[in-house]
Nanobody, 129 residues
Framework: QLQLVESGGGLVQAGGPLRLSCAASGLTFSSYAMGWFRQAPGKGREFVAAISWSGGITRYANSVKGRFTISRDNAKNTVYLQMNSLKPEDRAVYYC??????????????????????WGQGTQVTVSS
């Protein structure tokens, strides 16, 4: 069992930065790829970013490339999402998720929410104009 807890969400002005954190506890954090997904009002769950277990590979949705950066610190059992140049369309509940890399190859499954094993409770990000 792996527990994930997101934090760092809140209200930010358009163009501003926000950093989300996801703290993991339970199973060995370093054996999991980590992803960030979001769900905006009236929308389905959307892939945002993912990082391999070692941190050596990252992937981003086209909508956030160049603005968001995912990183992880395995010593702290934490994954981060640095969001810059936020836009109103970035408003959503952001979820972190863990994917067991012994079951799925990162490069093939990183963007699929139903291939992730554990989820956090989500943190709200609101962007004002």
């Amino acid at each position: 069992q792996l527990q994930l807890v997101e934090s760092g969400g809140g209200l930010v002005q358009a163009g501003g930065p926000l950093r989300l954190s996801c703290a993991a506890s339970g199973l060995t954090f370093s054996s999991y790829a980590m992803g960030w997904f979001r769900q905006a009002p009236g929308k389905g769950r959307e892939f945002v970013a993912a990082i391999s277990w070692s941190g050596g590979i990252t992937r981003y949705a086209n909508s956030v490339k160049g603005r968001f950066t995912i990183s992880r610190d395995n010593a702290k059992n934490t994954v981060y999402l640095q969001m810059n140049s936020l836009k109103p369309e970035d408003r959503a509940v952001y979820y972190c998720a863990a994917q067991d890399q012994t079951r799925f190859l990162f490069v093939n499954y990183y963007y699929l929410y139903d291939k992730y094993d554990y989820w956090g409770q989500g943190t709200q990000v609101t962007v004002s104009s």
